[in-house]
């Protein structure tokens, strides 16, 4: 059992994932456009692991399916139709080929990460305002004080991955970071300070789930190994699963 993946959907057969008890407020989310989005917050189980990094949360399905999939269509054409000119991305945009297809691995926005310098861009493009309201409703139901300043929304084939990493170029690392999963199925590993120090927890993100990586687990390794095929199309060209990543700078 200590090697198997973290399944939150199973939660209660492990002795060592915890669920944490949340004030869940929904009063700012019961008065929002999206509020119709969310699965109602009173049903939310957050969740920590006693074998992880402190303060890693995990809120599995959040979203209704409906809205999940509306959400899936939103980052994968409607955001980078209509935000071009706020959006920097690995391809040119808007592109013609079918977007499902095409070779888009990242957008930023906000203030845009600069991959190579590892250093934020001293200028702030505005984030879509259903991001900023969507983190409006989550921290607002969880009272997380975060304010949404910089996002990358990741698309990935069932043959993408993820290397280890530490998102360190935030300056305020107090400030927790939230990670929307959408579509298929991935492993998602979280390990501790040092790249090679363990325990390396391996756990599943689903559809609709919201990870939040918070205290120690902000400036943890983690990565994507695996990611899974959807209908049985394995052939890595298809986007199947999207991750909304959104970070407060300062
Ligand atoms: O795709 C994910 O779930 C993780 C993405 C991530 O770690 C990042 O964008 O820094
Ligand atoms: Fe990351």
Redesign the pocket.
Known sequence: MANDVIDFDKADKYSFVKKVNFDIQCEYLFNSPLHSDFVDPKQWKVYTLENGPKGLLVIPRIFTRQSSEKWFHKLLYTIPNKYTSQLKSNIALPCDEERETSNLRWITFGYHHNWDTKVYDEHKDDIPEDIVELCRCVCSVLQLHFVAEAG?I?Y?TNKST?SP?V?HSEINHNAPLL?F?FGSA?I?LIGGRERYSSPIVPIY?HNSDL?IMSEESRLSF???PKVFANNNDYSGKKIT?I?L?IRQVY
Do not use: C, P, T
């Open positions: 990358i990741n990935y993820l990493h998102d990670s999963s991935a998602f993100l990870l983690h990565a994507i699963r991750n990543n």
